[in-house]
Every structure is written in structure tokens, then in C-alpha cells.
């Protein structure tokens, strides 16, 4: 049934109820198929409409995504990139949203700091999609779950493994959507990070709100630091790169030393179920086929044999794999962004 989400803000998903995401998730797919039919063709709901894309951090995909999906609904989409104005620098971002209100009907914001949507979603008079922060990403997290509910069909009691980083935003987002949905949620990282994420500053309380929404709706979050005993009987295995964009090169070898022992490998996906689906949020280093992991390879590859080929979060043979739908889970970023765009702004 369709919510009304109009004039809402995807600052962060933990803002919506478990109704509406689910809502989302829902429209995301309906969406997909109306493409797929070529029925997006006669529906363009948001003809004279404006939208504008703002990036401290550059991506492929959640740039790509919003300009497709702004077209395929009839808005404009004016992308401005970490170069592309005086965001922060000499105008106040306070400043900054109240201009972009004036001239356009929602903003996307892609940078660092969670205040800054904040600030944007406070200020401006518009509604704001979070296309990634420091804290979350929402717009991620949609079509992960999008992805899964495709492949797996209801998601309730479905077992989810993030292997790696368990304190950054992706594997945050993931334990948000299966606090949504009722999945069981594993975190696989090193030990010190599970205090992290239990009762860390910047972590506790995103903590309390899932434990709260896995009462609400089943499913739970529990931490591992083995990944063959994770993986078992895992849906899905999930990963990101252990460097995010933005950080310094001198943080790889760090990473390596402490996140080596969590790659996705095939022994890790052979310790799941016979139908697990990989995810990543992509981009990926599972070659090296990049300027990044050729550099890797080159620098680490004799003294930490994990990277000796380059790949660091997950082996090639996975990312080559019939398990492998992070391509289809890209894709799928296009869809649920169209989803939460035509939402919040009524249509």
C-alpha cells in the first residue's frame, strides 16, 4: 500500500519505521520491473522538477544512479562536484542549503560528516538523500536489501555475514536493514572492533535503536572473528574495501595486518549454503587491475601473502563466481534511489 513519504528526508534510515523501508524496498523492485517493461517510458511524474547532487566524495554508481533516475522521472539533475563550489569552504553550509532550497526541489549530499546532512536536511526546506557519510548509507543499504529480497524472497530469519570492517558505514547500514527486516545479522572483524560497535562514541546508540527494531521484528546482530564458522549456513556474505575513499594510502598496510584473516575466499562461500549470493558495495579490489592494488601487490605482496595477487577484501575466483551479484546490486542503485526520490517528493 503507498505510504506518505513527501517532503522526508533519507538523512538516516533509522528516521523511517520499519513499514516505510520495507515500503521502499517494495518500490524499489516495482520500479525495476516498470524499467524492465519499458513502462517508465510514458511516466515521468517529476517533469519540471530539479534535483541537485552534491559530492565531497567522488562515486561512480551513486552519481550515475541519481542522474539516471532523475532522468527517467523527468528532473534535472545538476551534479557539483568536491571542486564544484565553496560548500564548507567559504560559504557555511548553512549558507549553502538555504541557496540550494531556493533554486531546487531536493539535494543529495555524498561527503564526511553526518552533521552536514544534518545541516542540509535543517536548513534548506527540501528533502535530502544521504548518498553516503561517515555514519551511514542509506541509499546503499536500499538496494542491498532490494538485491536480497530478490534473490531470497522474504527476508525474515535470513542470515546475513559482513566480513571485515565491521565499524564502517556499510557494515553499519547492513545491520540497520536487517534490524528492518528480521535477518540475522553476523559481524565478522577483529575483537577490538565489537566494543566498537556495541558502545563506541559514535556507536552505541545505532547499537540500542537495531537491538530495539530486532525485538520489533525478529532476526538479531552477533560478532565472530572465525569466518569459516560465520559463513555457516549463510544467504548472504558481504564485504567492503578495508581503505575507504578519502583515507591515506599509509592506512593499507595497517588494514592488511589487521583484516587479512577476514577475506571472502571460496572457502568462506563454500561454508555457506549451496544458494549464498556475494554482495559488495563496490568499487573492489579482487585483482590487480586497479592503480591501488597493482601498488599493493607490488609493495606488500612478498611480506603479506593475503594481497600477493592484488586482491585484498575478496579473492578473485569469488568476484568471478555464479556466487558473485554485486554487479546486479549496483545496478540496483539506480532503482532504489529512484524509489526514494519519487517518494519524498510525493509522487
Not at 290 to 319: N, R, W
Request: charged content about 25%; glycine content about 8%; hydrophobic content about 40%.
Amino acid at each position: 500500500m503507498p505510504m506518505n513519504l513527501k517532503g522526508r528526508s533519507l538523512d538516516s534510515a533509522l528516521n523511517f519505521t520499519t513499514d516505510e523501508i520495507n515500503y521502499l524496498i517494495d518500490l524499489s523492485i516495482k520500479l525495476k520491473h516498470s524499467k524492465e517493461q519499458g513502462l517508465h517510458v510514458n511516466s515521468r511524474p517529476l517533469v519540471g522538477k530539479n534535483i541537485v547532487i552534491l559530492f565531497q566524495k567522488d562515486s561512480t554508481r551513486t552519481r550515475c544512479a541519481f542522474e539516471v533516475a532523475s532522468a527517467d522521472l523527468g528532473a534535472s539533475c545538476t551534479y557539483i562536484g568536491p571542486s564544484g563550489s565553496n560548500f564548507g569552504k567559504k560559504e557555511s553550509i548553512e549558507d549553502t542549503a538555504k541557496v540550494l532550497g531556493q533554486m531546487y526541489d531536493g539535494i543529495e549530499f555524498r561527503g564526511f560528516k553526518q552533521s552536514d546532512v544534518d545541516a542540509l536536511v535543517k536548513y534548506s526546506g527540501v528533502p535530502v538523500w544521504n548518498g553516503l557519510t561517515d555514519a551511514e548509507h542509506p541509499t546503499q543499504m536500499l538496494a542491498d536489501y532490494m538485491t536480497m529480497k530478490e534473490h531470497l524472497g522474504d527476508l525474515k530469519g535470513k542470515k546475513v555475514v559482513f566480513a571485515g570492517d565491521i565499524k564502517n558505514n556499510v557494515a553499519r547500514s547492513i545491520m540497520i536493514g536487517a534490524a528492518f527486516t528480521g535477518m540475522n545479522c553476523v559481524l565478522c572483524g577483529p575483537k577490538p572492533q565489537w566494543d566498537i560497535v556495541k558502545s563506541g562514541p559514535d556507536h552505541k546508540e545505532v547499537y540500542k535503536k537495531c537491538q530495539e527494531l530486532f525485538k520489533l521484528n525478529g532476526g538479531s546482530v552477533s560478532f565472530s572473528d572465525d569466518k569459516i564458522k560465520a559463513a555457516k549456513d549463510a544467504d548472504v556474505i558481504y564485504t567492503d574495501v578495508w581503505v575507504s575513499l578519502g583515507e591515506d594510502f599509509s592506512l593499507f598496510e595497517p588494514r592488511i595486518k589487521e583484516l587479512g584473516s577476514f577475506q571472502v575466499d571460496m572457502a568462506m562461500i563454500k561454508a555457506a549454503k549451496e544458494s549464498v549470493i556475494f554482495l559488495h558495495c563496490l568499487p573492489a579490489f579482487h585483482d590487480d587491475h586497479t592503480l591501488f592494488s597493482a601498488e599493493i601487490k607490488e609493495k606488500f605482496g612478498k611480506k603479506l601473502p593475503v594481497v600477493a595477487t592484488g586482491a585484498m577484501e575478496v579473492t578473485d575466483e569469488v568476484f568471478q563466481s555464479k556466487y558473485n551479484r554485486s554487479i546486479e546490486q549496483a545496478g540496483n542503485r539506480m532503482h532504489s534511489i529512484k524509489a526514494a526520490i519519487l517518494a519524498m517528493l510525493g509522487y
